[in-house]
């Protein structure tokens, strides 16, 4: 582990660690890092990467057998747990409402395989959503940050397709936070309706700091021109033409340019684009599908492996916060 990671984990964020299985990958996402955040009983949210989910499950059940169900520890163990997440889910099992050490926490453990996947192609596009915003990364054995460029860029160009050709930096991270929750069942019902406008208030200087790198070089590529007022506050307007559409559609991941319509390619493998409207009804409508079968499954396999009493608890959380919401 390295030692800037080991260093972390003596603060508060990643002290879960200390009494898990190892993992290859570790970080934090969510309210925890809102610089704000006062909420001493809301969960501290982790995603785990592990090279065998069945093993470290196994491992996980004999050192925390209590943060699994009991239905799912005594009928099948490890196997059945791995089974539901994977054939049932989108590859991940969620242990929430652990409590420790006065905490309460969250962990969702995935294949490193799966993680890799869906960060550069976005086939269930899950944990990639989660990766797009700030996280705070305690062990990367895999080089999963370098990986996640990737996913960044995609998403920077998902958001761009969608936005007009001028807007605020600020704007350019809602859209692209708002990504993973195109055509999520929780948000009609169960979510915070001004969830994302809060995710960017509350971490504007962690987005900026994650994508800066992507928006100087499509600033350096002539796709972007960013002028500076106020408070560095920064003003972007983007070239809209059809030879600067092509070139954003192209760091779109492949799963979803072969799905985006009637599309054409040339030799090059190109996407042929009609107009940058079509270009984004196209993008968007493949990834409201995508989200809304990935957050339906994992939501039945989350009810299934958490019992009927969590399950009813957490959904509770969230449609208490829906409401709120809604009233204000």
Known sequence: MPLSALSFMETSLGSLLKILPPVDFCCVYGSSLHPNNRDKSSMEDYILGVSNPQQWHSENLKMNRDHYASWMVSLGGAKLITKVADNIGVGVHFNPFVYWNDKMYKYGVVHMDDLVEDMLNWDRFYLSGRLQKPVRIIVDNMEIENVNLVN???????????????????????????????????????????????????????????????????????????????????????????????????????????????????????????????????????????????????????????????????LGKKMQKAWKSSTQ
Do not use: W
Not at 172 to 198: H, P, Q
Not at 210 to 234: F, N
Not at 237 to 266: F, H, N, W
């Open 152 to 314: 960044l860029r995609a998403a920077s160009s998902a958001a761009l397709l969608l936005l007009p050709s001028k807007f605020t930096e600020r704007e350019l991270y809602a859209k692209i936070c708002s990504l993973s929750y195109m055509g999520d069942l929780r948000m009609l019902f169960a979510e915070d309706k001004n969830k994302v406008k809060k995710i960017v208030e509350g971490q504007f200087d962690l987005f900026r700091n994650m994508y800066k790198p992507v928006v100087e070089e499509y600033a350096t590529k002539q796709l972007l021109r960013l002028s500076t007022y106020g408070d560095h506050q920064i003003n972007i307007s983007q070239d809209c033409s059809l030879s600067a559409t092509s070139s954003i559609v192209s760091s779109l991941p492949e799963s979803v340019r072969s799905q985006m319509g009637k599309t054409k390619t040339d030799q090059t493998s190109k996407i042929t684009i009609g107009s940058r409207e079509e270009a984004a009804v196209r993008m968007q409508k493949v990834m409201r599908r995508r989200v809304r079968i990935s957050s339906a499954r994992q939501a039945v396999a989350g009810f299934i492996t958490v019992g009927a009493v969590h399950g009813i608890k957490y």
